[in-house]
């Protein structure tokens, strides 16, 4: 028994983070999971960067975004981030209001965003409009703005994602809000009907829709490119909408109590060069935020454009999140 | 003597006091670090005069007490056919289905449910098929419902086949000679025999759906059905707010606590009529209705929880699952999983042996206190004791090397309550029964151990160490925090894949998880089950 335990014991402590080679230093890098993941860009930038820096990348894959603010937070100025990559704009003020992100001293000129960015903490590294993600099979005719997504035939169901736990289903709130401003309560009423269920993460809801639940759900503009290209599939698109687009850009920040701080500066520097942002379209699924050394993939060349961006800034969205999340929470469960 | 036997009781009490006070340890310092080491947050006192907070508390309470009701009232007539039915083919592996469910990651247990049940499963394509009207829709209370009963009848079936094959052999030998009818059979002696463990098993069941997470929020249809737990974690995400989480958390220990006590005053002191047989399986009723019965029963039981694992398994058998199998990440993860799931069963056998000690000194507060503490220990939120212990870990500077220790004790702890349920009948059956001679004999220790206890706790202790082994594989809750990439377990594999789009790859990774906790829960009840028979 005693035999046992000892040998378990060993065997925990080997499953902690392997010894490295000390001669270099370590950038850390919290990101979310799909990022540093062995089919994300996570390695291949890892690669890139490693050749010039004469340092070390190693990731901490989290959740998502909001995962890693919260640790960012849990941590406190102990932590051993140097590099926190996979915030959104949402999440731009909480962040600076724990006093824990560093200027970039960038120059971000040339960036290829569909907004002007002048930030001076977060560097953008992709973005992508949300997008009603439908399965053509099933839907002939798609609603072709947010007004007849929310007056349609309650039959045809939506799965979407909830704004207390979730960064797309945020954004949806959000863009509901930028449409509707104070009418929005009574049209997410009006949406009740058609909405399948809530569910807590984008996962989730994605996973509902391939299975055929429900024929809609709430994604991305780019996530038929995924299908296009690894799945060689056209059948699920993105519609269209004609009040225009809620925008997620997301973006990266040094950390202040980096011990590297000029390690995390060349870093943030990198991402926005062709070496980094290669590996964002289809590892990433998003849209690069700056130029790429070649074009990007056929597939995203025949995805929806959207007409209007809507954006809230994020002070903006930071005062009024709470406000707004009640509203809906009201609207949701009368 | 005396001296003797005083030194075997105040090892007995040291034992479970160590137990306790590890728990009790455990939960506390995690509040302490969440509160007085976390940032930011709101005031306690708003979360208990928030009108919304009793909605959810009442709705918590509701749905869990249903699930739980319509849990055993399933279970009953599953558990008595099971050990009327004491050999059939293909029955061993029967009950180890049963034990699947509950040690699924629940994301995946439910794509199974949807499989069958959903708007798209192949009851409604079937429905649609032959012109049939279809299911209503499943989203809302009915869908936590049978996604709650799929988790937890079978676990209460388990629970009380085990309980009907404890009933000692004299009985049925009796009954045959008094040509007992079947309706007195079931009045006199199977019924009390379940009696005795239904409000163990209902409280095991309320608490699990009191705690429910996944389901709820998928199935639930919307916020309007949500449960304490959702409000936890929703308290520690864009609000971070750990105050208003531990309130919550608070509220739903009292609120259980309450139910613990309720369903305490309906438990039964075992059976101590002394035996001098083993238990005995539970003679068959032959007559044909009593055959067609068990069969209905069995088959219904069989055909509601392997359906849907039957949908798990064939959606992972594509051609992604060859090169799957292959990747080193696979086995890497499976490696990081099988160690940790080992340390926790482990933890978990140690802490359910220590606490069962206090059965010992017939002293009922002391017990009731072990039994308090191996129950609640389940609804304390494993996010708030991730979050907390990683606050002092952290502040320690620890946090890198001591994280997968964390992640095994946070997932013994919560696969206590199971194993508790599952080694307590049997314990108080080999105290009341052989308590006495071993006082007289002055059998203590290990001897005691060696020729009482392990032969008569070898199976429940196999099983306990499989469900709590399965348990923890399957977890993903408790490692959510602590995400690098030197430590990934299988569930966290899946939920990656899941996160990018990968659904078939996830798929065949949650096939691969069914068929390794499949192995490891025969494996772990062949070590219980197979050792020499030596009855004392």
């Excluded at chain 1, 639940?213 to 599939?233: C, F, G, N, R, W």
């Excluded at chain 1, 289809?282 to 849209?287: A, D, Q």
């Excluded at chain 2, 409280?203 to 998928?218: G, H, K, P, Q, Y």
Aim: net charge positive.
């Amino acid at each position: 028994m005693f035999k046992t335990i000892s040998v378990l014991i060993l065997a925990l402590a080997a499953l902690a983070a392997p010894v490295r080679a000390a001669d270099k230093p370590v950038l850390t890098i919290y990101t979310y999971d799909s990022f540093s993941a062995d089919w994300g860009p996570g390695p291949a930038v890892k690669a890139a960067f490693e050749k010039t820096c004469g340092c070390t990348v190693k990731y901490t894959g989290l959740k998502d975004g909001v995962s890693i603010l919260n640790r960012l937070k849990l941590e406190g100025s102990s932590t051993k981030a140097d590099i926190v990559l996979g915030l959104d704009t949402n999440l731009i003020t909480e962040t600076r209001a724990s006093g824990l992100n560093a200027p970039h001293g960038l120059k971000l000129t040339g960036l290829k965003l569909p907004i002007s960015w002048s930030d001076g903490d977060f560097v953008p590294y992709d973005w992508a409009h949300f997008a009603v993600i439908y399965d053509s099979r099933r839907i002939k005719t798609p609603p072709r703005s947010l007004e007849e997504l929310v007056s349609g035939p309650a039959e045809q169901k939506i799965v979407l994602q909830d704004p207390r736990t979730s960064t797309p289903g945020l954004g949806f709130l959000l863009w509901m809000k930028s449409v509707y401003g104070p009418g929005a309560a009574a049209k997410w009423k009006q949406l009740k009907r058609r909405i399948l269920t809530i569910t807590p993460g984008w996962s989730a809801a994605y996973g509902l829709f391939t299975k055929g639940e429900a024929p809609m759900v709430l994604s991305y503009v780019t996530s038929p490119a995924y299908h296009m290209i690894e799945d060689k599939t056209t059948r699920y698109k993105a519609a269209k909408f004609a009040e225009g687009h809620y925008l997620q850009v997301e973006v990266a920040a040094a950390v202040k109590t980096s011990a590297h701080p000029k390690l995390a500066h060349d870093f943030l520097a990198f991402m926005i060069t062709p070496a980094f942002q290669d590996n964002i379209p289809t590892k990433n699924w998003m849209f690069p935020a700056a130029p790429t050394s070649r074009p990007l993939p056929e597939a995203f060349g025949k995805l929806i454009k959207p007409s209007r961006t809507l954006l809230y800034p994020p002070q903006v969205v930071s005062k009024n999140r709470k406000a707004w999340i009640a509203e809906w929470l009201k609207a949701m469960s009368e | 003597m005396p001296t003797l036997r005083h030194t075997a009781a105040s090892a007995s009490a040291s034992a479970t006091w160590a137990a306790l006070a590890f728990i009790a340890g455990a939960v506390l310092a995690a509040a302490t670090g969440l509160i007085f080491l976390a940032p930011g947050g709101s005031a306690w006192s708003g979360t208990f005069t928030d009108p919304y907070v009793w909605r959810v508390a009442r709705f918590t309470l509701w749905q869990a007490a249903l699930s739980a009701l319509l849990s055993i009232l399933f279970a009953m007539p599953v558990a008595h056919a099971l050990a009327r039915r004491a050999r059939f083919t293909g029955r061993t592996w029967l009950i180890r289905l049963l034990s699947l469910p509950l040690a699924l990651p629940q994301l995946v247990a439910v794509m199974g449910i949807l499989s069958l049940w959903g708007r798209h499963g192949w009851l409604a394509r079937a429905a649609h098929f032959t012109g049939l009207p279809g299911l209503p829709g499943i989203y809302g209370l009915t869908g936590i419902l049978l996604a709650h009963v799929f988790f937890n009848m079978p676990l209460a079936a388990r629970i009380l086949t085990a309980a009907l094959e404890r009933i000692p052999g004299e009985y049925w030998r009796l009954a045959a000679q008094l040509a007992m009818p079947r309706a007195a059979i079931w009045r006199h002696i199977a019924w009390p025999a379940m009696a005795r463990v239904i409000p163990g098993a209902a409280l095991l069941i309320f608490m699990l759906c009191a705690t429910s997470f996944t389901v709820v929020l998928i199935l639930g249809g919307g916020p309007a059905a949500t449960t304490l737990e959702v409000a936890i974690y929703q308290a520690l995400r864009f609000d971070f707010d750990p105050p208003r989480a531990m309130a919550l958390s608070l509220l739903q220990v009292l609120v259980t606590t309450a139910v613990f006590f309720i369903l305490r005053r309906f438990t039964r002191a075992p059976d101590v009529t002394a035996s001098l047989e083993a238990p005995h399986a539970h003679p068959a009723g032959n007559d044909p209705a009593a055959r067609l019965a068990d069969t209905f029963w069995i088959g219904l039981a069989a055909i509601f929880t392997a359906a849907p694992l039957a949908a798990i398994a064939a959606a992972g058998l594509t051609p992604d699952l060859v090169p799957l199998l292959a990747s080193p990440a696979l086995h890497g993860a499976l490696l990081a999983s099988l160690i940790l799931a080992a340390a926790a069963a482990a933890l978990t056998l140690i802490l359910s042996w220590a606490l069962l000690q206090s059965l010992r000194l017939r002293d009922p507060s002391f017990a009731a206190m072990g039994d308090l503490a191996a129950s609640l220990i389940l609804v304390i939120p494993p996010v708030v004791l991730g979050a907390g212990w990683f606050i002092i870990l952290h502040r320690a500077g620890q946090e890198a090397t001591l994280a997968p220790v964390l992640v095994a004790t946070i997932n013994a702890l919560m696969s206590l309550p199971f194993a508790w349920r599952i080694l307590r009948p049997p314990f108080e059956e080999a105290q009341a029964r052989y308590g006495r001679l071993c006082a007289a004999l002055d059998i203590t220790g290990l001897a005691r151990l060696r020729l009482v206890d392990w032969p008569m706790l070898r199976r429940p202790l196999g099983l306990a160490a499989a469900l709590s082994l399965a348990l923890s594989i399957g977890d993903l809750g408790a490692i959510a925090l602590f995400g690098s990439e030197s430590f990934r377990t299988l569930p966290w594999l899946l939920y990656q894949k899941l996160g990018s789009y990968r659904t078939d790859e996830a798929a065949g990774l949650a096939l691969i998880l069914l068929v390794f906790i499949l192995a490891l829960m025969a494996l772990a009840e062949a070590l219980g089950g197979q050792s020499r028979r030596n009855t004392p």
